[in-house]
């Protein structure tokens, strides 16, 4: 069974820096891509970064900058560093594993606030 473990969440202050990390127990973690999405309430869940098998990384136009998605296929975890933080970056932040079918994380919460 695939796992998916968040973590890194947290208060942030406007203008700061938070890096997410996501490790996964998928034996095909190497071969597989990967995502990070975030949601707030009432909103539709949306894309923030990804990262293909070739690691050509592509982003959503909000983060595009600010935000780096990583991935250490050794460690099996991808990574988000976020900097230049902004209040409307407050959201719970999921990470997808993508291999025949998607696999997702339970999120954890960034709330950026002074």
């Known amino acids: 069974q695939v796992q998916l473990v968040e973590s890194g969440g947290g208060l942030v202050q406007p203008g700061g820096s938070r890096r997410l990390s996501c490790a996964a127990s998928?034996?095909?973690?190497?071969?597989?891509?990967l995502a990070w999405y975030r949601q707030v309430p009432g909103n539709q869940r949306e894309l923030v970064a990804s990262i293909t098998t070739d690691m050509m990384a592509s982003y959503g136009d909000s983060v595009k900058g600010r935000f780096t998605i990583s991935r250490d296929n050794a460690k099996k975890t991808v990574y988000l560093q976020m900097n230049s933080l902004k209040p409307e970056d407050t959201a719970v932040y999921y990470c997808k594993l993508q291999h025949v079918m998607d696999y997702w994380g339970k999120g954890t919460l960034v709330t950026v606030s002074s």
């Open positions: 998928a034996s095909f973690f190497g071969r597989s891509g």
